[in-house]
């Protein structure tokens, strides 16, 4: 006579330290065959995500509120810019090289550093420097209307607090170290938003940046980045015949050459 059957049952496994140690039975699951993929499944594919520096995914800003806002926040753009080879420079009479001489000899070295540190073409600051005060000065005008808050924007950058001060988180630019870092942060900006950025371009939005087209500032700072002036010790520039130079030395009680 053949022994009885005994009926399989299913073995106890042993769950995690969490159950105490208490020992379960688990159903054991039958496998679910595999579905073939579909047509669909097979030609789904993720949306393609643009590239952050992807122009087409970039806003073209040209008014000068959302520029502003742009560099304050530092939000990518691009400011649309159209160059013009034909326009000239109209050149003013107010144009003192030695004070924008005297200028570089004062601030030169930070410029300088503050370019370093902000990875920005010192040339490039040295040339709006320049050009800021051999041309937007009011002689002793400009550090009386500083001090009493009658002027809109601060030497020795001629740069406006009310607009950039943010920059270095200032309500004002009297400060010749927040002055200059602050006019570096923003030509650094410009620059980065500029597709093309050249003396020219961004002296012109330096100069107003809802600009789109170059002007005269513009003009000006590109002349001056390749000249280089601000090296020339003498009272003008270009440079005088050297009897006249001397001339002039000896009348303003300078030495002669």
Known sequence: MPPPTVPKIAKPSKESDDDAGIFQTRPVASPTPKQPATVAQVNETPPETPAENDEQAVRRLTSSDE???????????????????????????????????????????????MAEKHGVDP????????????????????????????????????????????????????????????????????????????PRAIGSVWNHIGRETPNNLGLVVDRVYAEKPWLYDGLTYPPLPIDTENRRRSRHGIPRK
């Open 67 to 113: 520029r502003r806002d742009s560099i304050l926040n530092n939000t990518p753009a691009i400011f649309e810019y159209r160059p013009n080879p034909n326009e000239k420079e109209e050149h003013r009479l107010h144009e003192f090289h030695f004070l924008g001489r005297q200028a570089f000899e004062e601030h030169g070295d930070k410029v300088e550093a």
């Open 123 to 198: 040339d490039l600051m040295h040339a709006i420097l320049y050009m800021e005060n051999a041309r937007g000065h009011k002689f002793i005008g400009n550090e009386i209307a500083d001090r009493v808050s009658l002027s809109d924007s601060q030497m020795p950058m001629n740069i406006n607090p009310t607009l950039w001060g943010a920059l270095v988180g200032k309500d004002d630019l009297l400060d010749v170290d927040d002055n200059i870092e602050a006019a570096t942060i923003l030509v650094k900006r410009i620059s980065e938003r500029l597709k093309n950025p050249t």
